[in-house]
């Protein structure tokens, strides 16, 4: 069992940027697969960013390619999400997810997923 908890969330305007932490505790493993998703009013979660653990791997969305940036600290069993270059269509609840499955590259499934924090807002104004 992990538990994820996100925080960083808030207000920015366009342009701006922003750093989101998910922290891990629980049963933490090098092996586990973490992912950034989110979820705007009356949108399907959708896959932001992902990261393989144990190699540091990434796979980013294209939306966002270029603008945000997924990082770890092993330490801490933290990762992080730096967005920057905010826009308005980044608005949305963030969600921190992991996954104990065996992958090359991060999954970009919903379902590929074992563990999810309760999210945190992120509103961009324009």
């Known amino acids: 069992q992990v538990q994820l908890v996100e925080s960083g969330g808030g207000l920015v305007q366009a342009g701006g940027s922003l750093r989101l932490s998910c922290a891990a505790s629980g049963r933490t493993f090098s092996s586990y697969n973490m992912a950034w998703f989110r979820q705007a009013p009356g949108k399907e979660r959708e896959f932001v960013v992902g990261?393989?653990?144990?190699?540091?791997?990434?796979g980013y969305a294209d939306s966002v390619k270029g603008r945000f940036t997924i990082s770890r600290d092993n330490a801490k069993n933290t990762v992080y999400l730096q967005m920057a270059g905010l826009k308005p269509e980044d608005t949305a609840v963030y969600y921190c997810?992991?996954?104990?499955?065996?992958?090359?590259?991060?999954?970009?499934?919903?379902?590929?997923?074992?563990?999810w924090g309760q999210g945190t807002q992120v509103t961009v104004s324009s």
């Open positions: 997810a992991a996954s104990t499955n065996l992958w090359a590259e991060p999954s970009t499934k919903v379902r590929g997923y074992d563990y």
């Open positions: 990261i393989i653990w144990s190699t540091g791997r990434t």
